[in-house]
């Protein structure tokens, strides 16, 4: 595992909530994101820990071979991968995404 992907895994299984996005949950820097917060916020979610991948090339790169997953934001919960923007919006809407965070 190299260094970027240790860092990552490490941030993932130390922290119940993190998302990994461009900008911080205070200020967004693409829409995709800041919707991310938004369903996060909406679900009560109060340990929210956020990555800014705009601030690592390493990260913003190496995140999307962590989980074999082209996109970002995205989200993982007790260590496991939940998806991203579009996943997070539809488990919201369907009421799955509310137990597993409060789990």
Do not use: H
């Amino acid at each position: 595992m190299s260094d970027v992907q240790q860092r990552i895994d490490d941030l993932v299984k130390s922290n119940r909530v993190v998302l990994f996005m461009k900008g911080t949950a205070q200020f967004p820097q693409c829409g995709f994101s800041g919707r991310a917060v938004q369903v996060l916020k909406a679900c009560g979610v109060n340990d929210l820990t956020t990555v800014n991948v705009l601030e690592d090339d390493g990260i913003r790169q190496g995140i999307k071979d962590y989980a074999q997953w082209p996109t970002i934001p995205q989200l993982y919960v007790n260590g496991e991968f939940v998806g991203g923007s579009d996943i997070m919006m539809e488990m919201y809407q369907a009421g799955e995404l509310q137990p597993l965070l409060t789990a």
